[in-house]
């Protein structure tokens, strides 16, 4: 028993918050509205650090890399790990929407609240420019902002291929960057203390001041979609797991994933799990430099979650405006249209969603729709886009290291 609490200490103390948190917020209401603060300033801890962080996990994880051969098979297992999952979620999200989700009484009650005048501001999307802004920028100083995250990640590639190209002459600049990576690693143990009360104020905040505001209109979405994570969450995921490792691979997986999923499920923001959710991948048995690579990359190129509600935002529209869509173009549609969504908290789906709208032909006054949907789904799509990047770190590490990758007592940097 003692050896249990030890384990699992900070996981039932966090655990502890969240339910202490949930039951404030369903007993006062609005009033916990008080606590967001507190909540919020966990947050801004986390993301504080997340523009310093990928760079820094990336740039010495990759200037560490003195195989070549390694480094390429890490960066292409990661691809095509992330391709052939997302393509399941895809699948997923399809399947789960075969029930039709809007009623006809609803759908009237939801056309009834579209405000046409959006219409007016209707944005000229150009794919093209919209794929040069994501992964590029124009001054540097752009890249310390947690809106460029995609230009960010490819920047510190480049930075760290660049390390390795110097040979000698780079070593100098990879301690630097080796040594400042450490020190902000224990400031990530700190926030970490502050962890209980933050997510506890967040939760109590959360339920008190959304949990009644979900339409009627829209609970038949919430439901359905929430009950597809938990089919991926428990089930897809811990087959990812035991293919990866198997017995010992699931058990690992079960018992470091907990504090990455709270902190998802918390924050709503995939790059504010980074740093918990890099840790846990770790203790998984994820060797460091396949973590500090898949996890920061799936913030930005792997949403699991994000792909299933694109899917569900897609299905929605087609079901309210009862058009017919061929499969193919649900699937492309989803998947470009996830991709170039940033890794920032509710809010910054906005042009994921008008690609839809855009793409499919839908009436631009069906905006509000998806960014309603988009809010009630945030918090088990966050989930789904934090966790699948654990499981899918363990598939990357039995690709790369192969089927005895857990093993391994030394982790690979």
Known sequence: MKNFVKNYKSTIILIFSIIL????????????????????????????????????????????????????KILTSIVIVFIITSLI???????????????????IKIKETLDYSIENTKEDLNILERTVNAISTNNFVNLLSKDNIIALIIFSILIGLSINLSNEKGIAFLNLLDSINEVLQKFIKIIMYYAPIGLGCYFASFVGTFGASIAIG??????????????????????????????????????N??????????????AASIPINTECAKKIGVSNDIA??????????HKDGSIIGSVFKIMFLVYLFGTNESIWKILGVALIATILVTAVPIGGGTISEMLIITMMNFPIAALPILTIIATIIDAPA????????????????????????????????
């Not at 895809?90 to 609803?106: A, H, K, P």
């Not at 500090?292 to 190129?301: A, D, H, K, R, W």
């Open 21 to 72: 948190g949930t039951i404030i917020g369903l007993i006062f209401g609005e009033k916990t509205s008080i606590l967001s603060p507190f909540g919020d300033l966990f947050i801004n801890l986390l993301l504080m650090i997340i523009t310093p962080l990928i760079f820094l996990t990336i740039t010495t994880s990759i200037g560490k890399m003195k195989q070549p051969k390694r480094l390429s």
């Open 89 to 107: 979620s895809v699948l997923i999200g399809l399947i789960s929407t075969r029930i039709n989700l809007v009623n006809i009484e609803d759908s």
């Open 218 to 255: 829209y609970l038949k979405t919430f439901i359905i979609y929430t009950i597809s994570c938990l089919f991926v969450y428990f089930i897809i995921y811990s087959l990812y797991a035991f293919i990866a490792g198997g017995k010992i691979g699931f058990k690992n997986y079960w018992k």
């Open 257 to 270: 994933i907990i504090p990455a999923t709270l902190t998802a499920l918390a924050t709503c923001s995939s």
């Open 292 to 301: 500090e690579t898949t996890i920061p990359l799936g913030t930005s190129f």
């Open 382 to 413: 966050t989930v789904l886009n934090v966790v699948g990047d654990s499981a899918s770190s363990m598939i990357v590490s039995r690709i790369v290291d192969g089927k005895n990758w857990l093993k391994q007592k030394k982790k690979l940097r």
